[in-house]
Structures are given as structure tokens and as C-alpha cells.
């Protein structure tokens, strides 16, 4: 009944930019925390970026200054501009999204995940 959606990655060049997209659609009574994960090649996954229904945000160190995350409530979607991209960006980005069904508990979802791939 939820469903994830992501959309923008692709291919560039190192020093180019790409913004994700993410929305959650279906059966959704409110959006909470959202964010962005990725995972490149032979490593375990990790944090990119989040934001707080608050919408204060968190940066991991190797993006901070380079990413920007945020969102659009009445969308129920959250974004990823990614500027400065370098080779070590490269991965799988994924979405996760706590979304709530009903007002009692939300759950999160994950998106498909969406590939990214930066050259030199």
C-alpha cells in the first residue's frame, strides 16, 4: 500500500551535480523522518543525509558542503541535490521514509534504490 518512488540518477562527470527524488505514495496518513543512504561497490552501506519533520538536518562529513537535503511535505517527497560529485560518490542511493498509515505508528520504507555513478 506505500510505495517508494526514486528518479534523477544517472551518469556524470566528477565536478557535475544530479538531484534525486523520492515520494512515497499510497496509503499514507503523514510523512516523518526521511532520508538518503547509498552503497558502493564491495562496501556496506551508509548515511548521506537526513531531515527531521523538525527539517533539521544531517550530513555525512565526506558531503557536508556538497549535498543538500530537503523536503516537500505536501508531496510527501524528499530530495537530494548533489553538487561538486566526485568518483567516490559513486553507489546504489536509497531512500527510506518513516511513513505512518494511520495516526497511531509509522513504519520505514525504502526505496528501490537508484544508481549513481560518477567518472573522471
Known amino acids: 500500500q506505500v510505495q517508494l518512488v526514486e528518479s534523477g540518477g544517472g551518469l556524470v562527470q566528477a565536478g557535475g551535480s544530479l538531484r534525486l527524488s523520492c515520494a512515497a505514495s499510497?496509503?499514507?496518513?503523514?510523512?516523518?523522518?526521511m532520508g538518503w543512504y547509498r552503497q558502493a561497490p564491495g562496501k556496506q552501506r551508509e548515511t548521506v543525509a537526513t531531515?527531521?519533520?523538525?527539517?533539521?538536518?544531517y550530513y555525512a562529513d565526506s558531503v557536508k558542503g556538497r549535498f543538500t537535503i530537503s523536503r516537500d511535505n505536501a508531496k510527501n517527497t524528499v530530495y537530494l541535490q548533489m553538487n561538486s560529485l566526485k568518483v567516490e560518490d559513486t553507489g546504489v542511493y536509497y531512500c527510506?521514509?518513516?511513513?505512518?498509515?494511520?495516526?497511531?505508528?509509522?513504519?520505514?520504507?525504502w526505496g528501490q534504490g537508484i544508481q549513481v555513478t560518477v567518472s573522471s
Open positions: 527510506n521514509v518513516d511513513v505512518a498509515t494511520m495516526p497511531t505508528i509509522s513504519y520505514p520504507f
Open positions: 499510497g496509503s499514507v496518513f503523514r510523512v516523518g523522518d
Open positions: 531531515i527531521a519533520t523538525t527539517a533539521h538536518t
